[in-house]
């Protein structure tokens, strides 16, 4: 009587699947996300831009290794360390310790131009990337409320990545340098957070939807199934 029950509970362990939080790297996630970026800036400020450059990669590097050590999940570490390379190499090339945020400007304008891009050719990123992900195909783009609510998702997204860039493209050009790091950790996490909100939302109330449509479907065809069946059933009765 045990045994079944333990392969139950088993199975559903192993059929359980990461949520978003966990997916971006968990609690511990918004704050290692943030360290590379305050050590950058604090050796910057006290021994120069190599020492915040080489620090601020340093930092990343031991942020990876501690994920591994901890055997939490390194994607996130391994996304972090790659920006840092990036914006260290950018701020190494500009020798100006704005030059770190460069990147991460740019990247908020292009994520939030294709976001916006697929709204406007009808296949909003949030439906196309959660049911791909999830293998329920395209009915979602079939149904009319389920489209507008990814559109809204989307849009919400498309908000945030144009929100970095507005303001940081702004504290870039007046050299506000510590305010634009103040920006970067406070507009990053935070932000998406708000926005996964609506995402949640949208995915909730789209697989409602195609869940009772699907379940209205079968019900249907199980009706015409059944009275087809009758019909013929009947047949050779009245012969």
């Not at 996630?29 to 050796?43: E, H, N, Q, R, W």
């Not at 293998?135 to 970095?164: C, H, N, Q």
């Not at 050299?175 to 990053?188: C, E, R, S």
């Not at 109330?205 to 009947?234: N, Q, V």
Request: glycine share 8%.
């Amino acid at each position: 009587m045990t045994e079944p029950a333990g392969i139950d509970e088993k199975t559903t362990q192993e059929e359980r699947r990461p949520t978003a939080l966990e997916q971006m790297g968990g609690v511990s996630g918004l704050i290692y996300s943030s360290v590379p970026i305050a050590v950058f800036i604090v050796c910057n400020a006290l021994f120069g831009l190599q020492a915040g450059i080489w620090s601020a990669l340093g930092s990343a590097v031991v942020i990876l290794v501690v994920r591994l050590v901890r055997k939490e999940p390194v994607q996130p570490a391994i996304s972090g360390l790659f920006g840092v390379a990036i914006a260290a190499f950018i701020a190494y090339r500009t020798g100006s310790a704005k030059g770190f945020f460069l990147f991460g400007i740019w990247t908020s304008l292009v994520y939030g131009s294709v976001f916006v891009l697929s709204i406007l050719v009808r296949w909003p990123l949030v439906g196309v990337i959660w049911n791909a992900v999830n293998g329920t195909g395209t009915d979602w783009r079939r149904d009319k409320p389920s489209r507008l609510g990814y559109d809204l998702a989307t849009l919400a997204l498309a908000a945030v990545f144009a929100a970095r860039f507005v303001v940081q493209r702004w504290l870039y050009d007046s050299d506000h340098t510590g305010w634009l790091a103040f920006a970067k950790i406070a507009m990053g996490y935070p932000l998406y957070a708000l926005a996964l909100l609506v995402v949640v939302w949208a995915v909730r109330r789209s697989d409602k939807r195609l869940k009772t449509l699907r379940e209205a479907r079968a019900a249907e065809e199980a009706d015409t199934e059944a009275a087809l069946r009758l019909k013929y059933d009947r047949r050779p009765n009245e012969a």
